[in-house]
């Protein structure tokens, strides 16, 4: 079993999926035997401190480990810290990039941490294209699923009794930034109330952009939810759209497939490989007439929504769970022969 220093960047409070991701690994991580430290400046997501690992702030608390594995090119200043420790300590170097390249702040590190990598992991084939071309070896190209972060079970039956009333529900649930298609939702949503003026949309997660506003009625602002208002919203939602234009692989996606909820996605790079169109989901223009005819579409076919729930749900129950996650990532870890000198000399 290894001994793995985990490193990622916290986005505030506001709760990233790639947090989420970097938090769940290194739990189940430590149920297959591995021990370990998260070096991060984000909150644990159970108080009071999270997971069987001790969260970090500074590598020379843990002393050295068999491999560092930093997340997400987002947050740069962990994975700089992360790959410092590992040229340093002679450790190998692993990289989670979590975040479509077009979204690096820092691509000069994002291609040195690519290079440096000795594994690579992602979710799609289009990310793996995308971190070859950055740098990544292709050899060090490592597959993982994505897993849902959900605890426990919910009732979504006093969700769905306030809009009774309603003749559809969608519900967006990220950070409200243009990349993620919040504008464009809200564009969309006078137009699907035109022909169903019945229809409410939920509106959830941190508004990292500013503001943005509509007038069209019909939105329900849930600001910055738990995570059982998450779960609930999920479970009780007609279907759930996120137009994004930049992506990887959202986590949200999953949560509402293991929730029995379609899914309605934009047309960022690889989203052909994370949504199946027409059988868990659709993938759309974003662009709001687009979105609209969709979302109309499938809101008066509640045949086609629940088809599809249930193709999201047998699928994640199959392909999707953490165990998975676990494999793969501790599968792609060098062994020790991987090891490298130490810089400056032995310690």
Request: hydrophobic letters at 45%.
């Amino acid at each position: 079993m290894s001994r793995v220093l985990i490193a990622f960047g916290g986005y505030g409070g506001e709760w990233s999926g790639a947090e989420r991701m970097a938090w769940k690994t290194a739990e189940h991580l430590a149920v297959h035997g591995h021990t370990g430290a998260v070096l991060t400046d984000s909150l644990p997501p159970q108080p009071p401190d999270a997971g069987p690992w001790p969260r970090i702030a500074d590598p020379r608390e843990f002393g050295r480990p068999d491999v560092v594995h930093a997340f997400d090119l987002a947050r740069p200043k962990q994975v700089a810290v992360a790959l410092s420790t590992a040229t340093d300590l002679g450790c190998p170097f692993v990289l989670t990039p979590a975040t479509a390249v077009e979204l690096w702040p820092d691509p000069e590190l994002g291609r040195a941490a690519c290079r440096a990598a000795a594994a690579v992991y992602v979710l799609t084939s289009a990310e793996a294209d995308n971190v070859v071309a950055a740098g990544a070896d292709p050899a060090a190209i490592r597959y993982v699923p994505q897993a849902p972060h959900l605890d426990g079970a919910v009732d979504p039956s006093g969700l769905r009794a306030r809009f009774a009333g309603a003749t559809g529900t969608v519900l967006f649930l990220s950070r409200r930034t243009a990349f993620k298609g919040y504008p464009v939702l809200l564009a969309a949503a006078p137009l699907v109330r035109r022909s169903r003026p019945g229809t409410a949309f939920w509106l959830a997660g941190p508004g990292a952009d500013g503001p943005a506003t509509s007038t069209a009625d019909g939105l329900h602002d849930f600001g910055v939810v738990d995570a059982t208002v998450k779960h609930e919203l999920l479970a009780a939602a007609d279907l759930l759209c996120l137009p994004s234009t930049s992506d990887v692989y959202p986590l949200v996606f999953v949560e509402a497939w293991a929730c029995g909820t379609p899914v309605v996605s934009g047309p960022f790079q690889g989203a052909r490989e994370v949504v199946r169109h027409g059988v868990d989901g659709l993938v759309v223009d974003a662009e709001p007439g687009a979105l609209a005819e969709a979302l109309v579409g499938l809101l008066a076919d509640e045949p086609r929504r629940r088809a599809m729930g249930a193709a999201g749900r047998r699928r994640v129950g199959r392909e999707n769970t953490w165990a998975q996650v676990a494999a793969a990532v501790a599968a792609g870890y060098p062994t020790e022969s991987a090891r490298l000198p130490v810089s400056g000399g032995e310690r």
